[in-house]
Structures are given as structure tokens and as C-alpha cells.
């Protein structure tokens, strides 16, 4: 056992802060932020989230918002992604890529519009590279004039409603019906009269909603969202949840599958980038990994036995060479056995038997089909 | 038998020990606190050292891993190990329950005794863990 980490300093909180620590929240430093980590714990929460839903404040991510004319061409330009043909209401997944294709950070872009018609775009980043891209984006914005670009994250709460019950109980609580959105559909709808961004997106797996509000509303729609699912078992539940729900989906994580020295060609996220219809930045170096095909590849693993092995593990092959790491690895709560991920080198990625360097103990490992959980369809 | 977690002497690190006379040797029987238990948290997978092997105080003996994060264990004082509680790793829910009994984890036949003055009673021990909330 290690000795508690007592170092002063100080965190960002987020508009629930205060709920979390109330609420018995263990909280933990989190890329700036003060977050939970878990309430009761990560198992309970996590099997919330899969048999009924999981709330989670996901505050801390970046929102950041373009306005005005030219938005969707400076987004065509900075994302993997084709945006000037994302429609009102729509929502993608890309990436923001530097020139030689290394991921800068993983996104989320919606095109909305406000009940006074006035259109603009959301970009969701994470919470570790938001200034990275502010900061990233920022010189762009001279060839686009007529865009407003403005960081919306402290002025505003994000709230992650997921699980299978999620829709069915939420239902009333906004003037919209969030269940009549199709995945990766976005809209602006309100509750007493107060803006609500909700979309139905998530981060495990699961059906279910996230929504924007104002941050001085955060408390009070995370409580109604509690209370609508009071009785059918829904529960707050912090990052320790998120993560191991996030890796049964196999829902790669910045810092982890994702970093500057890997592209999205590589990361397994084709489906993600638009390399034909336009240039952006980047676009030439993954579409040259894509021809010549990744050097490396992202797979599933199940060590054998009980032993979680960790990011960082080697994996080796059959014939004891190392090949590659481990980039998230951990047990599964819903399997009951350990799960990984990996980045192999890509002669090796067809393999069937791998060994894992488990802090010095070889512990063999079977490779499997991503994603490790699909919730059931109904 | 049922041990007095009050009795029993704790390293910095959550460790605790018992320490009893056995056929004239010094015996250490080493587990876990109570409140590190809780602290850490749906428990998965606990790593035990090999009998015969001879660990100095404050070295890494094994090592307990909850669902977000590996743990190493270390012991509070220098000896060989005589025994482990093989079941403990199959029964890691149990340790929840019964940090002091069921939840023992190795014996050793103590080598360095001088550890055993630099661990913290009961009353210190409750004291610190008030203080690290």
C-alpha cells in the first residue's frame, strides 16, 4: 500500500463539485479538474450503467464553440472529419490531427441551431488537450474572419446520462423527447424554460444522452435526473466507471490508444476520417499510412488467469519477442475476467497467442474481437 | 481465534502485524488494515509472495490490485516466509469483511526485529488514517 499523496494544490472545480463531495464522492485530480473517481464503488456503478443508467458529470470536457460564417469550412479544414455537409442536428466523430497525422485529440462536432435560428457548431474536446487546441485553433481563425470562436466550458456543465433505461425514464423531463433523436443526432430543447443541448451520444457502450446546460442549472437538472430515476436504479457514478465501461466498448481514450505519435489509420478509427472529398490538415500523411497500411495495430486481448495486466505491459509474441504495449487493460466488471487493449506491430496482429510481461511475470493471452461488450439490441 | 485489531501494530504504508512466540521463534503474521481495505476498494487480484523466500523490512512482498490500480504490499519487518493464505486470493470479497482474521496474508519467521520499533500502535495508526481522511 502506498502512502496518500498530501502534495497541496489546487484543482478547477466543476458546477457539481460541490454535489460530488456531498454525496460521498471520492474525488481525485483529473487532467486540471478536481473529479469523482466513485461514489460507492466502480463495480456497483458500473453494473448500473449496464442494467438500468449511470450519470456522470463530464464537466471538465472542453466546449468550444464556432459561430458565424465559415465555420464549417475552418472545421473541414482542422478535422478528419467532413463537417460542410453535417446537417442541422447532426453530429460526427473525428480528430484533430497535426500535419503528419499524429492525433492532437479525439472530438465530437454538432451543428445546432438555437430557437432564434441562429446556427453554430460545438466541439467537444477533452479535458487534457483542451488548451492544446484552443491554442491550435486559434491561428486558423485569420483565414476565417467572419467566425466567432469562444471556449464555452466554464460558462456551461456537461451531464452523461447512459445505460439502458436511460431514454425510456427521461423521456418527460425536456420539452423535446430526447428517445425521438437518432444516434449521433443533437438538439437545443430546454427544461423550465432553461437551454438544454442534448445528445445522443455516449462514452459506454450503452444507449443514452448527454446534455449541456448552464453551469448555475448543473445542480439542479442532475438532481432531476437522479429523482426521474430513483426508482429504477439509476446512480451517479465518477471516472472509475466511465473507464472500465469505456474499455468493454473498446472506446479508445486520449493519453492511452490515442497520443501525437499515433494516427488514426493506426488507432483503427478509418470510419472517422474523410481522406477523399477535401484537404485537411493532416490529410496527406494518414492518407499515405492508409495505402502503405499501419505499421501497427490496435487488438483486443483476454490474459489468462485473474491478473489484470495494465497499460504499459509488454506483449510479446508466441516466440518471446517484444512486439508491442498494452494501452488500457483492467477487469471487466460485466465479463468477470481481464480485458486489454494493445498496440502491435502489425506483422504480429493476426496472431492468436500472445504473452504478457506482467511487472516481470509472463502470463499467456488470447487475442479477441473488439469491441469485448455490445449491448444487447432490442 | 479471533484477533484484536487494537492489539496490533501498523506500518505507514497500512500493513499490520501480529506477532507471536512459536516454538521459540519470533512469527509475524502480516494483513492489511481495515481502512486500507476500504479504501481501495472492489478488490480483484492479490499477487503472494513464494514460501522460503527472505524479504528485508520495507521491501515489496506482493501486491493487491482493485479494479483502477495495482497496490504493492510491503512488509513491516525483515524474515522468511513460512506460509501464505493461499485462498486469500480466490476470496478477496472475505477481505472486506474480515481484514484481521480471515484477511491475514503471510507469516514470516521474523530475521530483524529492529523493524517492529519503527511501527505505529493502534491509537497512532487510527490517527493517521483520521489525518489522511
Redo the contacts between chains.
Keep these: 500500500?502506498?502512502?496518500?499523496d498530501?502534495s497541496p494544490q489546487t484543482y478547477a472545480q466543476t458546477p457539481l463539485g460541490d454535489w460530488h463531495r456531498s454525496g460521498g464522492a471520492k474525488m481525485v485530480p483529473f487532467a486540471g479538474y478536481e473529479m469523482p473517481?466513485?461514489y460507492e464503488?466502480?463495480?456497483s456503478e458500473h453494473h448500473a450503467c449496464r442494467n438500468a443508467a449511470a450519470l456522470f458529470d463530464v464537466s471538465h470536457m472542453g466546449r468550444l464553440r464556432f459561430d458565424g460564417d465559415g465555420s464549417e469550412a475552418l472545421l473541414d479544414r482542422l478535422l478528419t472529419r467532413r463537417v460542410t455537409d453535417l446537417p442541422v442536428g447532426g453530429v460526427r466523430y473525428g480528430m484533430v490531427c497535426n500535419q503528419d497525422g499524429g492525433i492532437l485529440d479525439d472530438v465530437l462536432v454538432s451543428h445546432l441551431k438555437t430557437p432564434s435560428e441562429t446556427r453554430y457548431h460545438l466541439l467537444v474536446v477533452n479535458a487534457s488537450n483542451r488548451e492544446k487546441i484552443v491554442e491550435w485553433i486559434k491561428p486558423l481563425l485569420d483565414d476565417f474572419p467572419r467566425v466567432t470562436f469562444s471556449d464555452r466550458t466554464e460558462l456551461t456543465a456537461m451531464i452523461a446520462v447512459q445505460g439502458p433505461l436511460a431514454m425510456e425514464t427521461c423521456k418527460r423531463l425536456f420539452s423535446f423527447d430526447p428517445s425521438r433523436l437518432k444516434y449521433y443526432q443533437a438538439r437545443i430543447t430546454d427544461q423550465f424554460s432553461k437551454p438544454v443541448i442534448v445528445s445522443r451520444t455516449g462514452y459506454t457502450g450503452e444507449d443514452g444522452f448527454e446534455l449541456v446546460v448552464r453551469a448555475e442549472e448543473a445542480t439542479r437538472v442532475w438532481e432531476n435526473l437522479l429523482l426521474a430515476g430513483r426508482d429504477v436504479g439509476f446512480v451517479p457514478a465518477g471516472l472509475?466507471a466511465r473507464?472500465?465501461l469505456r474499455m468493454e466498448a473498446a472506446m479508445p481514450l486520449y493519453g492511452h490508444e490515442l497520443d501525437e505519435t499515433v494516427d488514426p489509420i493506426t488507432a483503427g478509427l478509418n470510419f472517422a476520417c474523410n481522406l477523399e472529398d477535401r484537404d485537411f490538415i493532416g490529410r496527406d500523411a494518414i492518407a499515405a499510412v492508409k495505402s502503405a497500411g499501419p505499421r501497427r495495430v490496435r487488438i483486443g486481448l483476454l490474459p489468462g488467469g485473474?491478473?489484470?495486466a495494465?497499460e504499459g505491459c509488454d506483449v510479446l509474441s508466441s516466440d518471446g519477442q517484444v512486439i508491442g504495449k498494452i494501452t488500457s487493460g483492467?477487469?471487466s466488471?460485466t465479463l468477470g475476467f481481464?480485458i486489454a487493449m494493445a498496440m502491435v506491430d502489425a506483422e504480429h496482429a493476426t496472431a492468436s497467442e500472445f504473452e504478457i510481461d506482467i511487472?516481470g511475470k509472463r502470463s499467456p493471452a488470447t487475442r479477441t474481437k473488439l469491441p469485448f461488450y455490445r449491448r444487447p439490441q432490442k | 481465534m479471533s484477533r484484536d485489531k487494537s492489539k496490533l501494530l501498523y506500518a505507514?504504508?497500512?500493513?499490520w502485524v501480529d506477532v507471536a512466540e512459536e516454538g521459540g521463534q519470533k512469527i509475524a503474521t502480516i494483513g492489511?488494515s481495515g481502512f486500507?481495505i476500504e479504501q481501495?476498494?472492489?478488490l480483484?487480484?492479490m499477487?503472494l509472495p513464494e514460501v522460503g523466500k527472505t524479504i528485508d523490512a520495507g521491501e515489496e512482498f506482493g501486491?493487491?490490485?482493485?479494479?483502477?490500480a495495482?497496490?504493492?504490499?510491503?512488509s513491516p519487518v525483515g524474515g522468511e516466509v513460512i506460509e501464505v493464505h493461499a485462498e486469500l486470493?480466490d476470496n478477496l470479497d472475505q477481505l472486506n469483511d474480515d481484514p484481521y482474521d480471515f484477511g491475514w496474508i503471510v507469516k514470516l519467521k521474523i530475521v530483524d526485529e529492529s523493524a517492529l520499533e519503527n511501527l505505529m500502535d493502534f491509537a497512532a495508526y487510527e490517527k493517521q488514517c483520521a489525518e489522511?481522511?
Design positions: 500500500m502506498s502512502q496518500a498530501s473517481i466513485q464503488s466502480i463495480v472509475g473507464d472500465t485473474r491478473r489484470p495494465r483492467g477487469p466488471p481481464p511487472r | 505507514e504504508t497500512h500493513e492489511i486500507a481501495l476498494n472492489d480483484v487480484y499477487e501486491e493487491v490490485e482493485s479494479v483502477k495495482v497496490s504493492p504490499l510491503y486470493p489522511s481522511g
